[in-house]
């Protein structure tokens, strides 16, 4: 008598699998990033960001449960995705001027970053109204990479490189020097954020007056 094959296994149908919840906030933060850079902090709602990142309300509530939460998240994400790629920690053979370009093309990179200064106009838009946004962006942008280029001249200052007396407030004087004009004028004179090359350029100033200085040294008498 012939033995019958057992078919094989069907496979189970079932539910498809459900996307990882990390997967889900990613995007998101894409979502929210659009509706608050078209439409502001104020104007724009949860149910506008859940449509446009295909999700149901429910899922951002139980991912996000408020907007103040969602912008203070889709900030530090910002951050973290950004400290977790670079490091600082310029390699140990190059002089100590090129070391500092480095390093400062790094913070530029994040703080003329088109985003970033995006999320910085929604934050001087509507602070007189939502408050928390100031110290959120401060908290989780300003404060952070000031600190992490702080850490690296207190680096440079063990190694016997340069000496400050407050590597904190001079790594904000140092951000300061790189970004803050081309910032304000993106942001209150509409002007166009600078190229790569205009953003070189200006490094490479702020170095060499960080380190050097401007004042003509004096020629000895003979």
Request: glycine share 6%; hydrophobic share 40%.
């Given at each position: ?8 296994e ?5 539910r498809?699998?459900?996307r990882?919840?990390d997967?889900t906030r990613?995007i ?5 990033r659009?509706e608050f ?13 859940a ?23 889709l900030?530090?994400?910002r951050l973290d ?13 190059v ?13 530029a990179?994040?703080t003329?970053?088109a985003?970033?200064v995006?999320l910085?106009?929604?934050?001087l838009q ?12 401060y908290r989780n ?8 280029l ?7 200052i063990k ?6 007396d407050d590597?904190?407030?001079?790594a904000?004087?140092l ?14 004179g ?5 190229s790569?090359?205009?953003i ?7 170095a ?14 003979h």
């Amino acid at each position: 008598m012939t033995k019958v094959k057992p078919s094989p296994e069907k496979r189970s149908r079932g539910r498809p699998q459900l996307r990882p919840d990390d997967e889900t906030r990613q995007i998101v933060y894409a979502a929210a990033r659009h509706e608050f850079a078209a439409n502001g902090f104020a104007a724009t709602s949860t149910e506008t960001v859940a449509r446009r990142a295909g999700i149901s309300t429910k899922t951002l509530y139980r991912l996000i449960p408020t907007k103040a939460d969602l912008f203070e998240a889709l900030v530090s994400d910002r951050l973290d995705r950004f400290l977790s790629d670079v490091n600082l920690n310029v390699a140990s053979d190059v002089d100590i001027e090129t070391a500092l370009r480095a390093a400062l093309m790094i913070c530029a990179d994040l703080t003329l970053d088109a985003e970033v200064v995006a999320l910085q106009r929604i934050v001087l838009q509507e602070a007189g109204q939502f408050s928390d946004l100031a110290a959120t962006f401060y908290r989780n942008g300003i404060a952070r990479t000031v600190t992490a280029l702080a850490d690296w001249l207190g680096g440079q200052i063990k190694r016997g490189e340069i000496e400050l007396d407050d590597p904190i407030e001079a790594a904000g004087i140092l951000i300061g020097m790189v970004a803050s004009a081309p910032q304000r004028a993106a942001i209150y004179g509409g002007i166009p954020l600078p190229s790569r090359s205009e953003i070189e350029q200006r490094v490479r100033t702020c170095a060499r007056l960080f380190l050097r200085g401007c004042q003509v040294k004096e020629m000895n008498s003979h």
